[in-house]
């Protein structure tokens, strides 16, 4: 039998109000989130983890500031705040969240030299995080996505699920936006010409 995943994207402390990278409203969808974790046959949750120092942080790049976009020899990237530091509370999951329900936690965005939003590939768009493989050879072929945020780590995640040939539903309400310059339009467009369902 066909099975359905839920994949719960970065709920954690820095993408949460009062974090480093804080999403507005961020903590806001974790009751949601807990309350349908039992309708699934498999629950995976992704972590942004990142050294020290990690390319992707305006503090590596002398003279720029966060929310700025720079040049990486993989494209183009925005610079972030320093954020989800592994080991540190703002890379920790928020307390609230059931991560017990959580059959595979899988980290990403460990690599300094490169960022990770996707679940499934980091952004060269073709080193993999082995989130293909675990979720084929458990049988799922049908993905719902929740988490933060929704115009990167869980756009970049359905839009490379649905590219991989899952069916994809991101859930809305389940999720929150940074909304970076129109980012979140722009996100849902792509995500709807992909053919992934926004429920
Ligand atoms: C994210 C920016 C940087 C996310 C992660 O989870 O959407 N955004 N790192
Ligand atoms: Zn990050």
Not at 13 to 19: A, I, L, Q
Not at 85 to 95: D, E, L, N, Y
Not at 113 to 122: G, T
Not at 184 to 193: E, F, H, I, Q, S
Request: glycine share 12%; aromatic share 8%; proline share 5%.
């Amino acid at each position: 039998m066909a099975g359905k995943a839920l994949i719960v994207v970065d709920v954690q402390n820095d993408f949460c109000p009062g974090g480093a990278l804080a999403v507005a409203d961020g903590d806001a969808i974790v009751p949601g989130i807990n309350a349908i974790l039992g309708d699934y046959d498999v629950v995976v949750f992704t972590q942004d983890w990142h050294p020290a120092g990690h390319s992707s942080f305006a503090s590596q790049h002398p003279g720029r500031a966060p929310m700025e976009m720079t040049e990486m020899p993989y494209g183009p990237q925005v610079l972030w705040p320093d954020h989800c530091v592994q080991g540190s509370h703002g890379a920790a999951f928020h307390p609230d969240l059931d991560v017990d329900r959580a059959e595979l936690i899988i980290r990403k965005g460990f690599r300094r030299a490169i960022d990770s939003y996707s679940a499934f590939f980091e952004n060269d768009h073709e080193t993999p995080t082995g989130l293909e493989g675990y979720l084929r050879t458990r049988g799922v072929e049908a993905l719902d996505m929740v988490g933060l945020a929704t115009d990167f780590c869980v756009q970049y995640s359905a839009l490379d699920a649905a590219r991989l040939g899952f069916s994809v539903r991101v859930l809305e309400g389940l999720c929150r936006g940074i909304d970076l310059d129109g980012s979140l339009d722009a996100a849902r467009k792509a995500m709807r010409t992909a053919g992934v369902e926004l429920g």
